[in-house]
C-alpha cells in the first residue's frame, strides 16, 4: 500500500506524551477497519507555523490542536468557523474540498452532549450555572451554555482579572463574575456547577469548595478525567447531587474530528470508555 493510500491525522502539543488522543482515535481506527493513523506530533511554539503550513505536503488530513497552540493556530489556518472564533480556540482543523485548512473547536460541543447524555432532559435553561475557572476550557463551556439558552452563568476564578477579561470579551449580560472568596455564596439556587480547571487533577492541588449551599438537584459536573471520580464529584455523589466525569467530554470532542479525517462518524460506546479507563489506571 502507497503511503498516500493511508489516511494520517494527529494531535499536537507541547508536551504531547500524556495524550490519550491517540488512544482513542486508535480504538476507532481498528473498530471501524480504517487504513489510517493518528499520530502524537510534538511541537514547540516556534515550530507550529511551519508544520501547519506542511500539513498537506505531508499528507496529513488535519489534527487536534491542545496545549498551548489553540489560540495561535487561530491565524495559521485558512478559515476559522463561528464557533472557533466565539471561543477564541482552535482545537481541529481539517482540509475542506478545496483544499483550504479550516478551524473549528469541539469542546464546547463535546462538554454539552456528553451532560444531555448523562443527564436525562437536561436543558440549560434550568437555572443558574457555576463555572469554575475562566481559562481556555471555560470558554468553550461558557459558550456552548449560553449558545443552549442558559439565563445565567456566574464564574469565579482564583485570579479575578482573568474571569473579568473572559466576561469582557464574551460581552453577555447573562454572564457574572463572582469573587473567589464568595465563591460558596455563588451556589445557592444553581442548577449546574461546572469545574473547568485542574483542581483535583491527579498531581495538582485539590478544588476547595464546600457544597453546603448547593441545591441538591443541581448537577455537578468536572471535566478532570484523572482521577475519574474527582473528590469534587465524590462530595457531590454523597450529597445527592447527579455527577458527570470529563472522560465523555474527551470522547465527544473527538467525533467532529475523526469524521472530517476518516469519513465515518464514530460512536462512543462503553468498549471505548473502559479501553481508556485501563489506559489511565
Known amino acids: 500500500m502507497s503511503e498516500k493510500e493511508i489516511k494520517i491525522a494527529g494531535v499536537v502539543g507541547d508536551p504531547i506524551s500524556h495524550s490519550l488522543s491517540p488512544k482513542l482515535h486508535g480504538y476507532w481506527l481498528k473498530k471501524y477497519g480504517i487504513k489510517g493513523d493518528y499520530t502524537a506530533f510534538h511541537v514547540a511554539a ?18 487536534n490542536i491542545t496545549v498551548p497552540h489553540k489560540e495561535n ?29 479550516l478551524g473549528t473547536n469541539t469542546d464546547g460541543y463535546g462538554f454539552l452532549t456528553h ?13 443558574p450555572t457555576v463555572i469554575i475557572g475562566a481559562g481556555g476550557a471555560a470558554r468553550a463551556v461558557l459558550m456552548s451554555l449560553l449558545d443552549d439558552g442558559a439565563p445565567e452563568i456566574r464564574i469565579t476564578n482564583r485570579t479575578l482579572s482573568r474571569a473579568q477579561a473572559l466576561a469582557t470579551e464574551v460581552g453577555d449580560k447573562r454572564i457574572k463574575v463572582i469573587p473567589w472568596e464568595e465563591r460558596e455564596k455563588a ?31 443541581a448537577v455537578v459536573y468536572d471535566i478532570v478525567y484523572n482521577p475519574l471520580e474527582t473528590d469534587l464529584l465524590k462530595k457531590a455523589k454523597e450529597r445527592g447531587n447527579v455527577t458527570v ?37
Open 245 to 281: 466525569d470529563g472522560l465523555g467530554m474527551l470522547l465527544h470532542q473527538a467525533v467532529p474530528g475523526f469524521q472530517a479525517w476518516f469519513g465515518i462518524r464514530p460512536e462512543v460506546d462503553d468498549g471505548l470508555k473502559h479501553y481508556l479507563l485501563k489506559a489511565i489506571s
Open 73 to 101: 493556530v487561530l491565524k495559521l489556518v485558512d478559515k476559522v468557523d463561528d464557533v472557533a472564533a466565539k471561543i477564541g480556540a482552535v482545537n481541529t482543523v481539517y482540509f475542506d474540498d478545496d483544499g483550504n485548512l
Open 46 to 63: 516556534n515550530e507550529l507555523a511551519d508544520f501547519i503550513d506542511r500539513l498537506k505536503k505531508n499528507n496529513i488530513k488535519g489534527v
Open 187 to 217: 451556589l445557592k439556587d444553581a442548577q449546574l456547577l461546572v469545574n473547568v480547571t485542574t483542581l483535583g487533577m491527579t498531581g495538582q492541588p485539590a478544588l476547595d469548595l464546600t457544597l453546603d449551599q448547593l441545591p441538591k438537584q
Open 115 to 127: 451532560l444531555k447524555q448523562s443527564v436525562k432532559g437536561w436543558h440549560s435553561n434550568k437555572g
